[in-house]
């Protein structure tokens, strides 16, 4: 799986959501099945460019919206500069509370 699909998979996932859109809803005002989205906001599928220009306009959001990444980018620096102050245990103890969470996405 690429990074840029799973980011964008998960920055649609992130607007639709802030939007208050089901799968279900966004699914159906962009004519695609709810199980391809689910695809699509995971990152296994990767969306045609109609397809994105749907999505961005069900949104209510740019294109260039959909690829703005850098939200992302800094939970990421926020947990790694945590992480660098942790002691082992602690770093031990995140590693299995995150599995248990991303188990369940």
């Given at each position: 799986m690429s990074s840029a699909k799973v980011l964008l998979g998960a920055r649609i996932k992130q607007i639709r959501r802030a939007k208050g859109l089901s799968?279900?809803?966004l699914s159906e005002r962009i004519e695609i099945t709810e199980n391809y989205l689910?695809?699509?906001?995971?990152?296994?599928?990767?969306p045609s460019l109609p397809t994105l220009e749907k999505v961005a306009a069900a949104l209510d959001?740019?294109?260039?919206d959909l690829f703005?990444?850098?939200p992302f980018r800094e939970e990421t620096r926020e947990v790694?500069?945590?992480?660098?102050?942790a002691g082992t245990e602690k770093k031990r103890l995140v590693l299995s509370i995150?599995?248990?969470i991303l188990r369940g996405e």
């Open positions: 799968q279900g809803e689910s695809r699509i906001e995971v990152g296994t599928s990767c959001v740019s294109l260039k703005d990444f850098e790694e500069t945590l992480l660098k102050s995150a599995k248990l």
